[in-house]
C-alpha cells in the first residue's frame, strides 16, 4: 500500500462564476478543468478543485494512493469511519472518504 500525499483538494462554492476569479488570482493561474459542475486548477503539482452544490461541509484533502481498498480497509481498522465507498468518478479513478474520531473528513484517490 502506497500513500503519494494529498495532492488533491476540492473545495465546496455555491456560485462557481464568483469564486473562479478568486482562485485563479490566488494561485496565480486559469482553471484547467472548466464545466458547470466542476472547475479545477492544476498548480505545484496539485489539483485544486472548485464543486457547486456539493452538499460537503468544508474543503476535503484527498490522500493519493495505489490501493483504495487496502487503504480503506486500514483506515478502517485504526477507527475511521467510510462515509463514501470507493465510486469512479471518472475513467479509472476511485474516490472515496472516511471520518476520523473528530468528524473530519479524509478523501482517498486512486488513479
Do not use: C
Request: glycine share 10%.
Amino acid at each position: 500500500m502506497s500513500n503519494q500525499g494529498i495532492r488533491t483538494v476540492l473545495h465546496p462554492v455555491s456560485d462557481l462564476e464568483k469564486a473562479k476569479p478568486l482562485y485563479s488570482a490566488l494561485l496565480g493561474a486559469e482553471p484547467t478543468a472548466d464545466s458547470p459542475y466542476y472547475v479545477g486548477f492544476d498548480v505545484a503539482g496539485q489539483h485544486i478543485g472548485l464543486v457547486p452544490n456539493s452538499g460537503m461541509a468544508g474543503p476535503v484533502a484527498y490522500w493519493h494512493v495505489d490501493d483504495i481498498e487496502a487503504t480503506l480497509a486500514a483506515a478502517t481498522v485504526a477507527g475511521a469511519e467510510v462515509t463514501q465507498p470507493p465510486r469512479n468518478v471518472g475513467g479509472t479513478r476511485l474516490t472515496a472518504t472516511v471520518t476520523d474520531a473528530d468528524g473530519n473528513v479524509l478523501g482517498l484517490l486512486q488513479d
